[in-house]
């Protein structure tokens, strides 16, 4: 397997983790914070929701897939340029709209279906292109020092 397939099978799999961790928080941040209510934007109403999100461990697996997901992220922008991981991420966007139907029972308008179709072929462009165009740059740490 040569160097460029090897790279993008890698960053295709961490591109796949980073939407499913992020999809997944997501849905389970929204599904928290639906149980929790309305956030009354006053000193008192504030700290309630405080205390009820402290308390939820939806929330808390909600950010435990989110920081699946930053770590995720950053392993992929180590991986590849960021004009590809980002657009090729966007992807991300179709999949939350699927699973707001299918899981929380929302309603899609025909024209946000629309918008997820053009995300999907622009995510589809994106991924026909080599997902790193430039040099790969070295750590300081990793660079001989200048002998004087």
Request: glycine share 8%; net charge positive; proline share 5%.
């Amino acid at each position: 397997m040569d160097h460029e397939h090897r790279l993008r099978v890698k960053t295709l799999l961490m591109i796949c983790v980073m939407v499913l961790c992020a999809t997944t928080g997501d849905l389970m941040l929204k599904r928290g914070m639906t149980r929790i209510g309305a956030v009354q934007l006053t000193p008192g109403g504030v700290s309630h929701a405080f205390v009820l999100i402290v308390a939820s461990g939806t929330i808390w697996l909600a950010i435990l897939f989110l920081l699946g997901f930053l770590v995720s992220n950053m392993t992929v922008l180590s991986l590849a340029d960021y004009s590809y991981v980002m657009p090729a991420s966007a992807f991300g966007y179709a999949v939350v709209t699927f699973m707001g139907v299918a899981i929380l029972g929302e309603k899609v308008t025909p024209r946000r279906w629309l918008g997820v179709a053009l995300i999907c072929i622009g995510v589809f462009l994106v991924g026909r292109t080599a997902p790193r165009t430039t040099a790969v740059i070295a750590p300081e740490s990793a660079q001989p020092e200048a002998v004087p």
